[in-house]
């Protein structure tokens, strides 16, 4: 007997989707998220209060993508009822290290006791809030507030020293989801 590869995503009632497409649109209490997702011989629909997610061409390559495009939209809905949070903690054992929000950029200064400046970009849609030495970034995308940790993580990299010596950096400790995004 051959296993369904039909992925269905149940609707929230205060969750509204429209599929344009390739795009698909999910708006909800705290916010929209428009994306483009598409791969050959997939399908997204929505009936009723329902999107499934099927398949015209059963290979491995479009049973893989079932799942993933179904992930895709589950987070998009869970993004605009709760939204993400990720906590990220500054490690550092003598400079101090100096953290500022500029625009769309974190500025880190004093890493390492170095004189330039680092960088770190903040992608649209996530807020990043500093309290002493732990950073908060929210959002209702998940794929957005986990790139601007990864983004914040790699800008305090250390390349050219011992890394079980130089631990200092600023670090994932956690994440959640959230009931409200600021």
Request: hydrophobic share 40%; glycine share 8%; aromatic share 4%.
């Given at each position: 007997m051959a296993k369904e590869l039909k992925k269905t995503i149940a609707i929230p009632d205060n969750v509204d989707v429209s599929i344009d497409g390739r795009s698909v649109t999910v708006s909800g209490p705290n916010g929209e998220i428009t994306r483009e997702l598409w791969y050959p011989h997939l399908i997204i629909q929505q009936i009723e209060q329902n999107v499934?997610?099927?398949?015209?061409?059963?290979?491995?390559?479009?049973?893989?993508?079932?799942?993933?495009?179904?992930?895709?939209?589950?987070?998009m809905i869970d993004g605009v009822v709760s939204g993400y949070r990720y906590r990220m903690k500054m490690v550092y054992s003598h400079f101090?290290?100096?953290?500022?929000?500029?625009?769309?950029?974190?500025?880190?200064?004093?890493?390492?006791?170095?004189?330039?400046?680092?960088?770190?970009?903040?992608?649209?849609?996530?807020?990043?809030?500093?309290?002493?030495?732990?950073?908060?970034?929210?959002?209702?995308?998940?794929?957005?507030?986990?790139?601007?940790?990864?983004?914040?993580?790699?800008?305090?990299?250390?390349?050219?020293?011992?890394?079980?010596?130089?631990q200092d950096g600023i670090y994932v400790v956690g994440k959640e989801m959230v009931e409200s995004v600021e």
């Open positions: 499934y997610v099927d398949t015209t061409m059963v290979r491995k390559k479009q049973k893989a993508m079932i799942g993933t495009l179904a992930s895709h939209i589950r987070n101090p290290i100096q953290l500022r929000v500029d625009g769309d950029r974190l500025i880190i200064g004093n890493f390492l006791g170095e004189k330039k400046e680092r960088t770190a970009r903040i992608l649209s849609g996530v807020d990043v809030a500093l309290t002493g030495d732990e950073v908060v970034v929210t959002g209702i995308n998940k794929e957005f507030v986990g790139q601007t940790a990864a983004n914040i993580e790699q800008a305090t990299r250390i390349k050219s020293r011992d890394p079980r010596v130089f």
